[in-house]
């Protein structure tokens, strides 16, 4: 029963340095997600994705990037990281034909940049 | 555009009181309206949901009613447990397009013994 799955749980990254957050889901969905979740503002969609090869922005996307190159896997990139960036991120998926489903959720991956 | 709005927290409750946690939202056409629970050092988690009007949803104890005429979705359990200390987020789902989910900010309950 992994559902879904994020590594690494938890980074400590310098300002300006790069990293890559992994999202892999095993259900077999086409819609993926990632959030970031800061204290009093809930859940934040960064970028989202409908299917494998395709990404999309969301409300907050500037400073990052995604891809999407297996359906499974939809990866969250940081290029330059910066103290603003310092979150809980999380993943999530959904399936596309199924109506009125919820977002199934990672564990959430927790970045502090300094 | 969409939006939710919940009470904010924290809400500290003894074992075994009632619990109300407000939810109210706006939104164009007929979302689905969900709670979702987080545990501390987790992802959230589907706790119960309703997709139209005057469904109610119910799980572990816990039930919220889809009333459109107010726009709300307040959750309620009877009586709380110490396990049920957590953070309580209400969402909307838009069924078009990407299906995108507008969360609120979320509740944090302390159940204390």
């Known amino acids: 029963n992994a559902g879904v799955t994020q590594t690494p749980k938890f980074r400590v990254l310098k300002t300006g340095q790069s990293m890559t957050l992994l999202c892999a889901q095993d259900m077999n969905h086409e819609y993926m997600y990632w959030y970031r979740q800061d204290p009093g503002m809930g859940l934040r969609l960064i970028h989202y994705?409908?299917?494998?090869?395709?990404?999309a922005k969301g409300e907050v996307p500037d400073g990052y990037n995604v891809s999407r190159l297996k359906k499974q896997n939809f990866l969250l990139g940081l290029e330059s990281a910066a103290p603003s960036q310092t979150s809980v991120y999380f993943c999530?998926?959904?399936?596309?034909?199924?109506?009125?489903?919820?977002?199934?959720f990672g564990d959430g991956t927790r970045l502090s940049i300094l | 555009g969409d939006s939710v709005t919940q009470m904010e927290g924290p809400v500290t409750l003894s074992e075994e009181a009632f619990l109300t946690i407000n939810c109210t939202y706006t939104?164009?056409?007929?979302?689905?309206l969900f709670w979702y629970v987080q545990y501390p050092g987790e992802g959230l988690q589907l706790l119960l949901k309703?997709?139209?009007?005057?469904d109610k949803g119910s799980n572990k104890g816990f039930e919220a009613t889809y009333r459109k005429e107010t726009t709300s979705f307040h959750l309620e359990k009877g009586s709380v447990q110490v396990s049920d200390s957590a953070v309580y987020f209400c969402a909307l789902s838009e069924t078009g397009g990407y299906q995108k989910v507008t969360f609120g900010t979320g509740t944090k309950l302390q159940v204390i013994p």
């Open positions: 994705s409908v299917g494998e090869g395709t990404t």
């Open positions: 999530a998926s959904r399936d596309r034909d199924l109506k009125n489903q919820p977002q199934h």
């Open positions: 939104a164009t056409g007929y979302p689905s």
């Open positions: 309703a997709t139209k009007a005057d």
